[in-house]
C-alpha cells in the first residue's frame, strides 16, 4: 500500500513538471515572436536557464523564418544614404536599375 501511494505522488510530482516545462516552452515559444527588443529584455531577466532547458537555435530559426519565399519582391524599406541625413526608398530604385544590398559588420 505504501508503495503504491509512493508511486501515485512520484506521478504527479513527473506530471506537474512535464505540464511546468510545456507550459514554459510554450511561453519562450511565443515571446520570441515579439520585436527584438522586447524579447531581449524578457531574456536579461529571464538567464541562462532557458538556454539550458530548450532547443533554443531550433525555436528562434522557427520564430524568425518569415513569410518571404525565393523569388517574392523584397519588402520596401527606406536606408539612410551614407554620410547625408537623406534617405532611399527601395521602391524608388525598382524598375529603374538593378539594386544591390550588402550587410556586414566591420569590426
Known sequence: MKRSK???????????????YV???????????RPPEQFAMLMARAGPAPFLLFPFE??????RLGKLQAGDPA??????????????????LRNTRPVVLIFGSYT
Open 6 to 20: 509512493l508511486t501515485r505522488r512520484i506521478a504527479a510530482a513527473a506530471g506537474l513538471l512535464l505540464l511546468l
Open 23 to 33: 507550459f514554459a516552452f510554450g511561453f519562450f515559444a511565443l515571446a520570441m515572436r
Open 58 to 63: 531550433t525555436m528562434w530559426k522557427q520564430a
Open 75 to 92: 519588402p520596401d524599406f527606406n536606408l539612410p544614404l551614407l554620410g547625408q541625413s537623406q534617405t532611399v526608398r527601395l521602391s524608388s
